[in-house]
């Protein structure tokens, strides 16, 4: 946001701007190869807990881009099988939706994700669960896109009796099931928010870290 008042540039500051971007990038590439998780916790990851409670959303994740953005890698998740991925899946940066959103730039807003032809299946094979609504944005930090978060509302198959495999089809689900509902375009704008936010704190702590100002 701009200042309330008139303002103008320091030229000894302004010198010292790209020097301050360089630094940045070099600690934002040093922490995703160390200590991901340091990027994001705290502050950042409670406002994304906080959006994705707001939109009703079952769990999300935040992903991070790793190996020189070949791959996306969880580095946060607040639900019930967040230890079994968060930190080891490992996605590759231009297969599913997330990748997708991630390597375009463009939000997605989509519905009966699990029957996609972009969709990733192999998480959800892992965890027995069937991604059906799923937001995913992306967000910057250090000057470029560096991540996606993602919202999603799920289907356990333990809530599908009588299925043996994963189904490939709604006509597969017993008839008297109702999947969740799908996410809005109001709860898309909300992440929206979300992600430009986070990106701001954790350019905001790249660049107490570059000055050695963190407390």
Known sequence: MAAPFSTFADPDLSLLEERLQARREQFA?????????SLIEGLPTRLIHQSLTGIQADEGSVWLAMDDSQVLVPAWN???????????????????????????????????????QRQNRELDRSLS????????????????????I?????????DLPGLSRMPESRAEFPPDYTPPPSFSIADLHAMETSAAAVGRLIDHRLTAWALGTEE
């Open 29 to 37: 590439l040093r922490t995703l190869r160390e200590s991901p998780l």
């Open 78 to 116: 607040n639900g019930p099988d967040a230890a079994r991925f968060v930190g080891r899946f490992r996605l590759p940066a231009t297969q599913g939706i997330t990748g997708m959103v991630f390597t375009g730039g463009l939000a997605a807003c989509e519905s009966e994700v699990c029957f996609h």
């Open 129 to 148: 669960v069937l991604t059906w609504a799923m937001l995913a944005v992306p967000f910057k930090f250090a000057g470029e896109i560096r991540g996606v």
């Open 150 to 158: 993602t919202a999603v509302r799920l289907i356990r198959l333990h």
